[in-house]
């Protein structure tokens, strides 16, 4: 019913910037919250970065300073900029939207594919 597709990843060098897409499609009548979350090898997904509808920002403490989400609700897109990228940073990233379907309907949550980001020299 809902499809949510990354673009973006890749591999960059310790210091570089990558930017990252998301697009939320399908039935959707209303999306509350978006982000990004990621899982490194061995390590359990964590959030990386969260955006309200009304623009209020959450980031992990790791990122702070280094990362930007944003969003654009008109076209159900959210991205994240990513610079001072670290080989700690390395990890599958995963959009994700809290979505209702139909009016009245509970929201619930939608997860991407995940997107590779890779950063080493």
């Known amino acids: 019913q809902v499809q949510l597709v990354e673009s973006g990843g890749g591999l960059v060098q310790p210091g570089g910037s990558l930017r990252l897409s998301c697009a939320a499609s399908?039935?959707?009548?209303?999306?509350?919250?978006m982000g990004w979350y990621r899982q490194a090898p061995g390590k359990q997904r964590e959030l990386v970065a969260t955006?309200?509808?009304?623009?209020?920002?959450n980031y992990a403490d790791s990122v702070k300073g280094r990362f930007t989400i944003d969003r654009d609700n008109a076209k159900n897109t959210v991205n994240l900029q990513m610079n001072s990228l670290k080989p700690e940073d390395t990890a599958v990233y995963y959009c994700?939207?809290?979505?209702?379907?139909?009016?009245?309907?509970?929201?619930?949550?939608?997860w991407g594919q995940g997107t590779q980001v890779t950063v080493s020299s």
């Open positions: 399908g039935r959707i009548f209303s999306i509350n919250g």
């Open positions: 994700n939207a809290v979505v209702a379907t139909q009016p009245l309907y509970a929201p619930r949550d939608y």
């Open positions: 955006i309200t509808g009304g623009g209020q920002t």
